[in-house]
């Protein structure tokens, strides 16, 4: 699909920012992230001002920035919700503060079901009225697969956001929607510094803007994205394992329901 107007979390760096490159220029943009100068910046890059490129700077676990955000991309009627932005506080669970874990469930899973929920309807309604599709991109990772101890609260975020994903385009399955799940291996972005990791880069990580472009050009083709060169032979049975299990449950709901 080609979207008219794109929401963008988390666009203030990394693979927010890459994805806003990697969007076709005659989509508008609206950016969103904390740092409003970095956001600016990612817009200029854009050519902002001349390609319709809108920032709202706010912080995700605030419910009144939410807000404020959620009446801008109505504003724009956006027809693609990209719930990017996600943090992670590495170290053991007695280590980090209460508060970082529940930052992390706020930016990691309260941000996006919120966003979703709020906006989708109006997206389903402008897509139904103009007989076209719109499209919802959820930022999962390959470390929501399993447990990751020094990483819990982190890799169980990512892991409720993968399982949530996948149910809810089995639930929309017939309504003018792509619902894509992303799930990135390791990229070069600063999230692990953000993170704590002692490591600058992972050995084998990949190049946001690529990764980016994997994710847009499977927008519409298919449901689950793995973007990883070092996992890719765990590749294909994971696709497998997905499909096979997302078709059994949509079955099984659907003769429960019926
Ligand atoms: N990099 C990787 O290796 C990797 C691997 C797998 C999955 N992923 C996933 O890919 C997505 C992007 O990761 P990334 O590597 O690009 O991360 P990143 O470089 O650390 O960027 C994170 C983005 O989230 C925003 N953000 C953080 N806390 C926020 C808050 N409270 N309110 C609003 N925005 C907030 C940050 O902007 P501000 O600081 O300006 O608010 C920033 O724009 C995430 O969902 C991540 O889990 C990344």
Redesign the pocket.
């Given at each position: 699909m080609i979207p008219k107007s794109a929401l963008i979390?988390?666009?203030?760096?990394?693979?927010?920012a890459a994805l806003a490159r990697a969007l076709p220029s005659s989509t508008h943009l609206t950016l969103?992230?904390?740092?409003a100068d970095?956001l600016d910046e990612v817009a200029g890059s854009l050519g902002a001002p001349a390609r319709r490129v809108e920032t709202v700077a706010?912080?995700?676990?605030r419910s009144a920035d939410r807000e404020r955000l959620i009446e801008a991309a109505e504003a724009k009627e956006i027809d693609l919700l990209i719930n990017?932005?996600?943090?992670?506080h590495f170290g053991p669970f007695l280590g980090v503060e209460a508060s970082r874990h529940l930052?992390a469930v706020q930016?990691?899973l309260a941000a996006p079901i919120a966003l979703t929920r709020t906006l989708l309807p109006g997206m389903l309604r402008r897509a139904k009225s103009e007989a076209r599709k719109c499209g919802l991109i959820n930022?999962g990772?390959?470390?929501g697969f399993a447990p990751v101890p020094r990483f819990a609260i982190y890799a169980a975020s990512?892991a409720m956001l993968h399982s949530w994903s996948v149910a809810l385009a089995e639930e929309l399955r017939c309504e003018p929607i792509h619902v894509l799940t992303a799930l990135?291996?390791?990229?070069r972005?600063?999230?692990?510094q953000?993170a704590g990791f002692g490591m600058r880069t992972i050995p084998g990580?990949r190049d946001?803007d690529a990764v980016a472009r994997d994710i847009v050009g499977a927008l519409g083709r298919r449901s689950l994205i793995v973007t990883s060169h070092t996992l890719r032979p765990a590749e294909l049975p994971l696709r497998v394992a997905n499909r096979l299990f997302t078709g059994l449950i949509g079955r099984a709901t659907r003769a429960l329901s019926g």
């Open positions: 979390t988390g666009a203030s760096r990394g693979i927010g969103t992230a904390r740092d970095a706010g912080d995700l676990t990017n932005a996600a943090v992670g930052e930016v990691n930022m990772s390959t470390a990512k990135p291996g390791s990229t972005t600063t999230f692990g953000s990580s946001p």
